[in-house]
């Protein structure tokens, strides 16, 4: 189950500089660039190179906090981490796939009203013609 489901996309903007993301996740700032350093957060840069975090930032941040909190070291951090987000896309991709499979199903059947065409009853049987 991800923690990011819940997000909106606005919610990707990286808005918050180093200072304010500690202050938000109860962390000093030298933490988050650990993190980084080690893989586990990766924040957006402004053109002068300042690093800017996002609430998805922020909610990966908490994350980690639960984990190693759980006993894991930052190594087990980011394999969590990474299986999580690998789960994410692959529940989003089956999202995807189901969509797509109910719109061809929807699609085939719209095919097969139109292939048949009712005519008018002559005597007391009922001739139906499929077109192709």
């Known amino acids: ?29 030298q933490t ?9 957060l990766d924040p957006s840069r402004t053109e002068g190179g300042s690093r800017r975090y996002s609430e998805h ?21 980011r394999r969590v981490i990474e299986l999580e987000d690998k789960v994410e896309q ?13 719109e061809r199903i929807a699609n085939t059947h719209r095919h097969y009203r139109r292939d048949l065409v009712l005519f008018q009853k002559s005597s007391s049987l009922t001739v139906y013609k499929t077109t192709k």
């Open 32 to 40: 988050l660039r650990i993190y980084e350093r080690k893989g586990l």
């Open 90 to 102: 692959l529940e989003q991709q089956i999202i995807k796939e189901r969509l797509e499979a109910k």
């Open 57 to 77: 930032d922020i909610k990966r941040l908490r994350r980690i906090q639960d984990l190693t909190a759980a006993g894991l070291n930052l190594e087990g951090v």
């Open 1 to 29: 189950m991800s923690i990011f489901k819940d997000l909106t996309p606005g919610q990707y903007k990286a808005v918050y500089v180093i200072s304010v993301a500690a202050e938000i996740a109860g962390v000093h700032p």
